[in-house]
């Protein structure tokens, strides 16, 4: 999905006026996020290389992966997590206290192949229903750390059918699963709608119906021994700026 601007002059505005303060060197950021907040990341980041000089070096991973290598010790500027992986980092030391955002929550949604039969997930019966026909279903890895494959990990087990998911899981222990039915590796794709959405030939069928919601919460924290703080700082005032209210429901995340 393109993102478009409703006013991108106000946008380029609001952008412009955080770092009319900033220091004039540049510096290189590093920034770890999570998959599902990645494409939030990168519509950003171009315009603030530009505006700043500054380079962002971004990398994603599942957010067990992240939480894991930061406690091992990888250097960072700025991660952006779900908030049980901030809060952990936060109280190992490993984040700034009184540092951390709240930037956007997203939900989970199904998907299939471009042009294939749109399922009827309107209940939690007909989602039941969908899932047991399928012939494979892809979703993360919930050993890979990923929150909605441990979410749904759980809910297949409340739901009854954790053996037949089992049979027919296609797990994916990182990255866009919505490319699973792209490739034709899977019936359908089971994955934070944000990244449903990055995926050329996938298509949304819609959140997972409302009584099996579950919303992971993003929040963005700084490293107690950030390198380059103050221009960690100056993109974290981006991501949580009111003006970007429209690129996150363009990538289907919501403000928390």
Known sequence: MMFRMKNPRLFFILFASMFMSMAVHADEIKILTAGAFKPVVTALAPEFERR???TLRIDNATAGTLIKR???GEAFDLVVLPSSGI???TKDGKLSTNASVRLARVAIGI??????AMPDISSAAKFKDVLLSARSVAYIDPTAGGSSGIYLAGLFERMGIAADMKRKAVLVPGGLVAERVVSGEAD????QISEILAVQGAVLVGPLPAEL???TH????????ASHAQAAQAFLSVLSSPAVQTLLEAKGMEKP
């Open 52 to 54: 700043t000089g500054h």
């Open 70 to 72: 930061i406690s091992d």
């Open 87 to 89: 809060e952990q980092l």
């Open 111 to 116: 998907a299939v192949k471009r042009g294939a």
């Open 188 to 191: 359908i794709a089971i994955h």
């Open 213 to 215: 919601q579950n919303y």
């Open 218 to 225: 993003y929040v963005g924290g700084m490293a107690s021994g």
